[in-house]
């Protein structure tokens, strides 16, 4: 058999894919040509070059968790995509459907006591025993800033208004 | 009882995520070492390897166990490299990693990190079909049969292609190591 056609059959060869009937065929050449040996021994050492090299490493921390919340976000899209608008049927108080019943229960009772101080206060926090805005409150406000001011700026005009609403309130 | 790849997959077909997250937990050493050897970059490695297992969850409800499942996953990353591959070359060569497995001298380890590049190069200089043929037969030990499988081609082509690689990678090292 020509060199050519031995050639061809040596990478099978090398690897163990060669029918069992064409291996004496090719042992047989090897024996006598130096040239297609050559090509063999070539063929078997870059097997050698390739042993050992290019070594993996490690897969990457959180490779898998990256993974599965792809996964989770291609299998259940809406569960992670935000919503830019409010959906149809939308309800303001659903958050308070999603608590536990003690935190609905604490949530409400809350909000009541909220309401009770806001009612029996009645504007106690701002006005004094004589129904004048207290001293307290204009710190709180902030007005005292405007004190002593020039008259005609804005912190004069200010404090009119704020007198204004205060003798409006007294009146009623 | 370790339940087999192909229960897990159908599980997956029928949306159990479960079932999807052993498959990643079993085969990712593999796939990303696939990856990485055929791209040399651990980011790059790392995209493919994440798509790779995407497409598996995408494909679940197709999937038939007639054929083993890690052919099926040798396939979509092989064809996923082969893909990447065309579309963007070349591949970085610099930043190979480090070894960690053992703790060779500083001269040893230059010369490990010279060889790897040599050989890095010697695979750059292939087309990705064959780069792909040298990584299924040489680092994966499979068979023409499976590497046929996998790549979606004929065992004659797998022949072909693994024989003209091989003169390829002896004539590139032999000019890089001049």
Known sequence: MRCRKIISYLNAYVDGELPERQRPIVEAHLAKCAVCLKRLEDIRSLEGSLNDTLHVPSVPDGFVTRVMREARRIER???TMARPFPPMGWNPLRWITELSAPMRIAACVTMLLACIVGLTMDGGLILDKQGQVSRSAKNLHGLEWFEPTPSGSIGSIYIAMAAQTNEEGNGQ | MVVRDEELMLAVAKGDLGAFDELVLRHQRFVWGIAFRFLGGPAEAEDIAQEAFL?????????????GFRTYLYRIVSRLCIDYARK???IPTDGLPERTDCSPSPAEVLVIKE???EIRRALDALSSRQR????LKYYEGLRYSEIAQAMGTTVKAVERLLGRARNTLQSSLLRIRK
């Open chain 1, 77 to 79: 899209p809406e569960a």
């Open chain 2, 88 to 90: 963007k070359r070349p």
């Open chain 2, 115 to 117: 060889r790897d590049t």
């Open chain 2, 132 to 135: 792909m043929v040298v990584i």
């Open chain 2, 55 to 67: 497409k598996l969850l995408e494909a679940a409800p197709r999937y038939r166990p007639t054929a």
